[in-house]
């Protein structure tokens, strides 16, 4: 709605004047809670006028069942290592415990936000609209600035075109770049609440990014394993902040986490199966954009034949059997 209210305050777009129009773009309910976050003039031509063929029928409901699968299978999953560990006694807990707790909300919240995203995708598709990609394998990343370009696609982007280049952007003296760059993620992490820890999870983004422009200054080579393991550890230490109720928990948690003890309680260690142990192998693989590896998850073209759709079929039925036996898991970003 304020992209809409701008884009018509610097004339690049121009008012919708029917109502029902215009109603349909504000609340449209695939993405309407947690994004894609929409342009108007991403789908002002198919509001006015949209296909609704069997490609799109196809194509949607193939991405809206491997967003389903993201979610139900891995995200869900993950949950239930995830949860029980940031719901203990901090105080207890081995430093390998919260590691791996810390590990297994990592990829609940990708594969949770990303299989909302795909659904939302999906769902728009099938009803003939084009709604853009929201990640684009953000754990593949080699610095915070690529996460940013590939995590919550349309958030960044959004950030960017309506307060960051508005604020003079990199235009201006490199003083103003990393005071533009701070306060841009000090509300970005406003956005998604009013807490400390939201607040630090924004800085501590965009501490990064001013200390890789700095670093742009220093002609040195570091290897491509090193960037992307600076950048996993990062984020997943930054989601510390997204993940724990209050800053003194955060503050407990990552002092388990770099205790390097190994006293405490080993509960948790009694959820994990082969079954666990093979969705945190394929995560790893889904999360990083292994393209041998996430075929089901990449298909960008029509396929009509037998063995395809019985897969779709196969997966989409898995999907309902785990709901079926499942508590009720709402997606993490409705909080948001």
């Not at 995708?121 to 929201?134: A, C, L, S, T, V």
């Not at 610095?143 to 201006?172: A, C, D, M, V």
């Not at 841009?184 to 999870?201: D, K, M, P, Q």
């Not at 902040?241 to 260690?269: A, H, N, P, Q, W």
């Amino acid at each position: 709605g304020i992209s809409y209210i701008i884009d018509v305050y610097r004339k690049t777009e121009k008012p919708e004047l029917n109502p029902i129009k215009q109603g349909l773009f504000i609340t449209f309910f695939p993405q309407l809670i947690a994004g894609p976050i929409i342009k108007y003039n991403e789908i002002a031509s198919e509001i006015k006028e949209r296909k609704i063929d069997s490609d799109n029928l196809v194509l949607g409901s193939q991405k809206f069942i491997r967003g389903l699968t993201k979610k139900v299978v891995f995200a869900d999953n993950f949950s239930i290592i995830a949860d029980n560990v940031f719901n203990s006694d901090y105080s207890s807990l081995p430093t390998s415990v919260a590691w791996l707790g810390l590990f297994a909300y990592s990829l609940q919240i990708y594969f949770d936000f990303s299989g909302y995203s795909d659904m939302a995708i999906g769902m728009g598709k099938m009803m003939g609209f084009n709604i853009p990609e929201n990640f684009n394998f953000p754990y593949a990343a080699k610095s915070i600035q690529e996460f940013w370009r590939r995590w919550h696609i349309s958030l960044s982007t959004w950030f960017k075109n309506y307060l960051y280049i508005p604020l003079g952007g990199n235009k201006k003296s490199k003083l103003r770049t990393y005071l533009n760059l701070f306060l841009v993620f000090f509300i970005t992490g406003l956005w998604h609440g009013a807490s400390y820890n939201f607040v630090i999870w924004g800085l501590i983004h965009g501490f990064f990014l001013i200390l890789e422009r700095l670093s742009q200054n220093f002609s040195f080579s570091i290897p491509k394993l090193i960037k992307h393991l600076y950048v996993i550890l990062v984020i997943s230490i930054s989601w510390v902040f997204f993940r724990c109720e209050t800053l003194s928990d955060s503050i407990t948690f990552i002092s388990k986490l770099l205790s390097f003890t190994e006293l405490g309680d080993y509960y948790v260690l009694i959820l994990l199966n082969n079954y666990v142990f093979l969705l945190f192998l394929a995560g790893i693989l889904f999360s990083i954009g292994a393209r041998k590896w996430h075929i089901i998850f990449n298909v960008r073209s029509v396929n009509f034949n037998i063995t395809t759709s019985l897969l779709y079929l196969i997966v989409l039925v898995y999907c309902l059997s785990e709901m079926a036996v499942s508590t009720n898991s709402p997606f993490i970003y409705y909080q948001f």
